[in-house]
């Protein structure tokens, strides 16, 4: 069964594979704590809107498009 959380995370992970970065490279390049995307990946955290909002700008697209 998929929840938000997995498909963030599911969508976060392919999308930052896509780009070639790790885990820590986009933290860093985001501004986000070091370990921040892993847990994100892993569906271990929440997210604001304000760093779901910023991730999607990052990779160009429609912050919704990142839950669908």
Request: glycine share 2%.
């Amino acid at each position: 069964m998929y929840n938000s959380k997995t498909v963030l995370a599911k969508n976060i992970e392919q999308l930052r594979s896509f780009k070639k970065l790790t885990k820590e490279e986009l933290s860093l390049i985001l501004g986000f704590e070091n370990s921040y995307i892993s847990k994100l990946e892993k569906g271990k955290i929440n997210i604001t809107i304000e760093k779901l909002d910023k991730i999607a700008q990052f990779f160009e697209i429609k912050t919704y498009e990142l839950l669908k």
